[in-house]
Every structure is written in C-alpha cells, then in structure tokens.
C-alpha cells in the first residue's frame, strides 16, 4: 500500500511547506508520509473519530521522530483549523453514510488552489482465479457488513462523480490491484475476515460457524501455490494494513490548474 500512495502524493505535487490534513487518519501511517514529504516548514494534522488509534499514531510519529504532525479527535464531517493546502482521506468515504457531504467539507477546508485527495475501494473488483466459493463468500459477507454500517465497499468508481459533484475541478483517476500467486497478497483475505468476524456476526450477515468455515477455506486456498488471489482492501491500523489493497480508485483533484499559491511562491 505504501509505494502506492507515496506515488500518489508526489503524482499530486504534495511538496514542501504544504499544510495537509489526513481526514480519517486512523494509525497515521499517511499523515507521517505526508509529514516527510512536507519538511519542517510544512505541518500536518491528522483528524479521526477514535481516540485509541490516535495515541497509537502519536505514539509512532514520535518514535519516527516526527514533529511536524499532530493528531486530533474530529469529524469528518466538520473540518477546523483550514485552510489547508492538501486535504488526504484514504478508506474514509466508503465508511461514511454520506460521501458527498464528506467532500464538500473537506473542499470547503482547503485553499483555493489546494489539492484534495481520496483513495478508496472496489470490493466488487475482488477476483481469484481459479473460482473458489470460500473467497466469493468472504467478499460478499465484506460488501454486505459495510453496506449495514451505512457504508459502500465498492465506492471506488464513484469517486470521480462525487469529486465533481462537490464541485472541485480538474479531476483524475487511477486504479491499482495488486495479486499474488503467494505470501502476503494472499493471506489478506483470512487475515481480514478474521478481522472483521464480530462486525460480520453483529450485523447479523452471518453465524460465527460460517465465519471460521470461511476463514479455514481461504487458508486452504492460500496454501496452493497454483491459485491466485487479488489484495482486498482493508484499511485498519497495523502491519497487516499497510500491505493491503484491493482495488484504490486513486483521485486527485486540484480546485485550480497548477500548484497551490503556497507551492508557487516556494518554486516548487
Ligand atoms: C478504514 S480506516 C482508514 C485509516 C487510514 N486512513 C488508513 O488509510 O490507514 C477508517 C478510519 O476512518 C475513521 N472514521 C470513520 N468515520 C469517520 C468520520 N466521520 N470522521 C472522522 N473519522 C472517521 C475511523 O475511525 C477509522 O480510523
């Protein structure tokens, strides 16, 4: 996940001195890529609704020796302390009730002239090959728990048309499924079902017997060497998370051609 989304930010001119907020930062593992990228002059905020990972993305951005970045208890729905020149959501808008309004506020949080940028899922992109049920059932209990929480797992698609329709300009897009035929690509399938098993059994999708039953086939399915397994998104904080895609509908947008004013006095 990580080459990605640094491509991303420098494919979208985040530079020195920027001012950039990661909107729904859970760990933080952006906000300090964006910190990096930033320097000492530029300052990062990272906003989330929980606490508890918070304190683990102070935590880490202190070990990384990091001070340029802060974290703060917010909504996404209610931006303070703008403008920014870069406002970031990775895996936010598909867990929101209503994208849209996430957008508006988050392009209301910006210069003009600022740059925001979401990466998000299409689960319904999943594929392996050759069929197994076990995995189609694992996208399909992810697709439906989402969507009880009020959310969408295949948001993806829909990035651009929600840009657009918040009024920003400039919009581009693109797509990224990593695969594998072993190791890591292919672990993220059980490794997330287990994951999100009491979420599955709470929305009352399925028991917890279908769960394990689904979780034991897709480790079976792991350990042949002959199939192959697309990365599902998923998005929580911790090592496994940074490895994991899906499919990212990768969008950028910037209000106004060319860099932010910020950017253009500094040369950059
Ligand atoms: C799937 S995680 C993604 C974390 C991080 N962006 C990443 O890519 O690693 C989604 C995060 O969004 C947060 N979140 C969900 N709804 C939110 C809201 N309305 N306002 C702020 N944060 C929110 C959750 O607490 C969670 O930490």
């Not at 999943?126 to 989402?146: G, H, I, K, M, N």
Request: aromatic fraction near 4%; proline fraction near 6%.
């Amino acid at each position: 996940m990580r080459p990605t989304t640094t491509a991303l930010l420098r494919h979208a001119g985040v530079s020195r001195g920027q001012r950039c907020i990661d909107i729904g930062c859970g760990g933080g593992h952006v906000s300090q890529e964006l910190a990096r990228r930033v320097g000492s002059d530029g300052s990062v905020v990272g906003v989330d609704l929980d606490e508890t990972v918070l304190e683990l993305a102070r935590a880490d951005a202190q070990a990384a020796g990091l001070h340029n970045v802060e974290f703060r208890v917010g909504k996404a729905q209610q931006i303070d302390g703008g403008p920014y020149d870069v406002a970031y959501a990775r895996f936010l808008l598909s867990h929101v009730e209503e994208p849209l309004s996430v957008v508006r506020a988050t392009a209301e949080a910006v210069n003009p002239g600022g740059t925001v940028i979401v990466e998000d899922i299409d689960f319904s992109g999943s594929f392996c090959s050759p069929p197994c049920p076990a995995y189609q059932r694992y996208v399909d209990l992810y697709r439906e728990t989402v969507r009880r929480r009020g959310g969408n797992a295949d948001i993806g698609p829909l990035l651009p048309s929600i840009l657009q329709a918040a009024g920003l300009r400039n919009v581009a897009v693109a797509v990224v499924q990593p695969c594998g035929l072993e190791g890591d690509a292919k672990l993220v399938s059980p490794l997330t079902l287990a994951r999100i098993a009491n979420s599955v059994v709470a929305e009352g999708v399925t028991t917890t017997n279908e769960v394990n039953q689904t979780i034991s086939a897709l480790y079976a399915y792991h350990a042949d060497p002959t199939t192959i397994m697309s990365l599902p998104a998923w998005c929580k904080p911790g090592p496994v998370a940074d490895r994991v895609r899906l499919r990212a509908c990768f969008t950028m947008r910037r209000r106004r051609a060319g860099a932010s004013r910020r950017s253009r006095s500094r040369g950059a």
